[in-house]
């Protein structure tokens, strides 16, 4: 099982940014790639950015492409997500989560508040 922590959630305005980290812990040897997804009030979680450890191969959600970033640190086990241009819509709780190869995420952190003002 892998651990996860996300961090750097809070309030903006709309235009501004927010950087969001993911620190991952346990057995991280079986994680094929990292992934962000966002739960909107109301709504289920949806996708919204991916990394693999090994390849750096990144996916984005067409939503939030342009304006989002993700990156990785693998001597620091974290993933990032840069946020800019942010959107009242984006207002969600973001989450990280661990996938294998099989594009399975069974790990997953407690969550972070992004609330967007307009």
């Known amino acids: 099982q892998v651990q996860l922590v996300e961090s750097g959630g809070g309030m903006v305005q709309a235009g501004g940014s927010l950087r969001l980290s993911c620190a991952a812990s346990?057995?991280?040897?079986?994680?094929?790639?990292m992934g962000w997804f966002r739960q909107a009030p109301g709504k289920g979680r949806v996708f919204v950015a991916a990394?693999?450890?090994?390849?750096?191969?990144?996916y984005y959600a067409d939503a939030v492409k342009g304006r989002f970033t993700i990156s990785r640190d693998n001597a620091k086990n974290t993933v990032y997500l840069q946020m800019n241009s942010l959107k009242p819509e984006d207002t969600a709780v973001y989450y990280c989560g661990a996938g294998n190869k099989q594009n399975m995420y069974d790990s997953w952190g407690q969550g972070t508040q992004v609330t967007v003002s307009s």
């Open positions: 990394i693999t450890w090994s390849g750096g191969n990144i």
């Open positions: 346990g057995r991280t040897f079986s994680t094929y790639a």
